[in-house]
């Protein structure tokens, strides 16, 4: 029998961990991402002056797996430690944090860890899968240009439930019904690049109450330090109730909710710009990997929110998804 072919749609962490994991098996794999670049929720976005990581601000290791792979990103300089001086604002006045984990940043930007990981990958991107298809016991994608990739012998779905709902075939009942069982939360940021630096004694801030939970100094993270930026991540709840308002306006409402809080005054903001999440954090609890959702004969789902809510649980899960997957087809 020839080599079993796997594609996989996602290049966030979860698509690129499950797409390693395979082709460290010595199989075929084709990940295929309707962005520009890969990252999902790690990526970060190039400005006139400066970086900005436009999702998770920074991460944290728990399991053993994950922590030697930590490790390895450490030694390789593609994250640092961060934040170091992590503070609480409260009642307009900034106090200390204790922080539980040790926390991790990508190292000049967040999306390098993304980029790291794709190296020696067959990585395609600006490829948006707009449906799947069987014919011959086989899968193909159908891509949103009219192109079309196949055939594959599995195709793993590296996305947000929602996602990867709208992609499965009407046959693929269960794997739909879990799909359909997950809830996101929405989430809009903010980031504000100012006109000098500021001092501050901070690089990451939690926010104990109102419209805003955490705000990051971008500068104080490596490789960011260029020009003075501040990133705003707005509350859950904030966010789904000013889901379709325009990013002028939300960029406009926090920026000027963060100043009316903040004890100090901030040099001004030369610019403003507002980034919306739809599918942010998945409203799920963690999970250990024995308890990953199981592959249909053809397709499977990963990602953060099949085992977590997480970086950490978006690299187990697709390294779990993919471990079965190769189990099943190397014992056929
Ligand atoms: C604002 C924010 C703050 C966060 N804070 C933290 C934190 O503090 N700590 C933490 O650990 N985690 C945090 N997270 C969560 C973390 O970013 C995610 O858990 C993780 O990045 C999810 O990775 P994933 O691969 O599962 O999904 P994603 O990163 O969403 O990847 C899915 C990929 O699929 C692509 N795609 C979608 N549809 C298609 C299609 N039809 N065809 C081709 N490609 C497609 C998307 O472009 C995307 O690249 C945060 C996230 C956000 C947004």
Redesign the pocket.
């Given at each position: 029998m020839a080599s079993p072919k796997i594609a996989v749609?996602?290049?966030?962490?979860?698509?690129l961990s499950a797409a390693q994991t395979i082709s460290r098996a010595d199989l075929s794999v084709s990940v295929?991402?309707?962005?520009r670049g890969?990252?999902?929720?790690?990526s970060s976005r190039r400005e006139r002056e400066c970086t900005i990581d436009l999702?998770?601000?920074?991460?944290?290791a728990r399991s053993t797996e994950f922590k030697r792979t930590v490790e390895r990103w450490l030694s390789a300089g593609i994250i640092s430690h961060w934040p170091l001086s992590p503070k609480r604002l409260k009642n307009r006045q900034i106090h200390d944090y204790d922080m539980q984990h040790l926390r991790f940043a990508g190292n000049p930007r967040m999306s390098a860890i993304t980029r790291y990981m794709s190296q020696g990958l067959n990585v395609t991107t600006q490829?948006?899968?707009?449906a799947i298809e069987y014919a011959n016991d086989q899968v193909y994608l159908e891509f949103e240009n009219g192109q079309r990739a196949g055939p594959f012998d599995h195709v793993i779905l590296?996305?947000?439930p929602k996602?990867a709902f709208a992609?499965l075939p009407e046959s693929e009942q269960d794997l739909k019904a879990l799909c359909s069982k997950t809830a996101f939360h929405p989430?809009w940021?903010v980031h504000a690049v100012l006109n000098e630096f500021p001092e501050l004694d901070w690089d990451a801030l939690y926010i104990e109450s109102g419209p805003i939970g955490f705000a990051e100094y971008q500068s104080a993270k490596p490789g960011r330090e260029n020009s003075p930026a501040i990133r705003l991540?707005a509350r859950p709840e904030w966010s789904r109730t000013h889901l379709e308002k325009t990013p002028d306006a939300i960029a406009a409402t926090l920026w000027r909710t963060f100043l009316d809080r903040y004890p100090d005054s901030l040099p001004g903001a030369i610019r403003l710009k507002a980034h919306r999440?739809r599918?942010?954090?998945p409203l799920v609890e963690r999970r250990s990997p024995e308890h990953h959702p199981p592959s249909s004969r053809h397709l499977s789902v990963c990602?953060?929110?099949c085992l977590g809510?997480?970086?950490?649980?978006?690299w187990l899960?697709?390294r779990t998804c993919a471990r079965n997957v190769l189990t099943r087809l190397l014992s056929n």
């Open positions: 749609i996602g290049a966030g962490i979860s698509g295929f991402e309707k962005a890969p990252g999902g929720r790690m999702g998770v601000p920074c991460f944290s490829a948006h899968v707009s590296a996305l947000p996602q992609l989430c940021n991540i999440w599918y942010a954090e990602g953060d929110w809510n997480n970086v950490e649980a978006a899960s697709g």
